[in-house]
Structure formats: structure tokens, C-alpha cells
């Protein structure tokens, strides 16, 4: 039997509705780090389920995931 979870992209912060594309320029020209970024624009600081994504945007300047992201950030 093969399963299949079918398609996965992670692209935004649901609770904001906000699109990593939008906030990646936006930490960048400010210099923000994960706290920061959570910090001015409330994404990843309700249910969190993005911050490991975030942190991963930060660090590699991608902002479309196929694959889930380990959370290594503790959550709120």
C-alpha cells in the first residue's frame, strides 16, 4: 500500500495572510532577525505553525517550501 499526503507548499503566514515573498524584502531592508520579524508584523506569533519556515526564509532566502521545515525555534 503507498500513501501519499498529495502536494505540499508552504508560501505564507496563514494567520496574517501574509506572503513570505512580501516579508522576505521587507526583513532584509531592516535587518531582522526571527524575533523581529515576529515582533513588527505579528507573523508567526499566533499558532507559530510558520516560524519554522520564517527562520528558514531568513537564513536561505527561499520562500516557497515543497518539503516541511524541522522546527528547531521554540514556539511562544
Known sequence: MTWSLGSFLVTRCVCMQTPFDRLLPIAQAHGWDLEALVRETGCGGQCGMCRPYLAAMLRT????????????????
Open 61 to 76: 532566502g527561499t520562500t516557497r517550501f515543497t518539503e516541511p521545515v524541522p522546527d528547531l525555534q521554540p514556539r511562544p
